[in-house]
């Protein structure tokens, strides 16, 4: 079993930075991920990195959200950049171990490939 606590979000302006930080306990190495959903609006992949530190981004962050682990702490985090008011969305920390062979680089996007999940941490962005 793996539990996850993620802190971090806030109440920002458009063109703001946040960091979001998700804590790891449990047993195991996980690849980790960083899910979004908004109100009314399915919930996305944001980013994710797997056990061999690769990381994938959605198109609508890349440039301005950037992944980081310290893998001492297990803890991964988001750092956000230039915050839009459309990243405004209640943000969700995932895990996973490989569920296809030994890598889970193509499960990191995919929310129903994820196994553990955090409660969620608000990120409100104003115009």
């Known amino acids: 079993q793996v539990q996850l606590v993620e802190s971090g979000g806030g109440s920002v302006q458009a063109g703001g930075s946040l960091r979001l930080s998700c804590a790891a306990s449990?047993?195991?190495?996980?690849?980790m991920s960083w899910f979004r959903q908004a109100p009314g609006k399915e919930r996305e992949g944001v980013a994710g990195v797997d056990l061999d530190g690769r990381t994938r981004y959605a198109d609508s962050v890349k440039g301005r959200f950037t992944l980081s682990k310290a893998y001492a702490e297990n803890t991964l985090y988001l750092q956000m950049n230039s915050l839009k008011p459309e990243d405004t969305a209640m943000y969700y920390c995932?895990?996973?171990?490989?569920?296809?062979?030994?890598?889970?680089?193509?499960?990191?996007?995919?929310?129903?490939?994820?196994?553990?999940w955090g409660q969620g941490t608000q990120v409100t962005v104003s115009s």
């Open positions: 995932a895990a996973s171990r490989p569920k296809y062979g030994s890598s889970c680089y193509f499960q990191l996007m995919d929310e129903l490939d994820m196994t553990y």
């Open positions: 449990g047993y195991g190495s996980t690849c």
